[in-house]
């Protein structure tokens, strides 16, 4: 299915570090995953998108450290 191909890319898409294309990918799949009425994915990519959140956060906040 197309929503589950999508989550794969965003997981390997994180994986490899890129968090804004990651999160672009992980609201793609979300979009598909509402469009399907499939709970289950929208979930996953929800929860996926919330952690990439709290990573991006972070390494905002590691970056304007580092600037002082």
């Not at 499939?38 to 970056?63: C, D, F, H, M, P």
Request: charged share 30%; proline share 0%.
């Amino acid at each position: 299915e197309e929503t589950k191909a999508t989550l794969d890319m965003a997981a390997a898409t994180s994986h490899s570090k890129d968090i804004e294309k990651a999160i672009r990918l992980y609201s793609a799949a979300l979009d598909l995953a509402d469009e399907h009425n499939n709970s289950n994915l929208i979930e996953v990519s929800l929860t996926n998108l919330a952690s990439l959140y709290v990573i991006s956060k972070r390494q905002i906040g590691r970056a304007s450290c580092r600037e002082r």
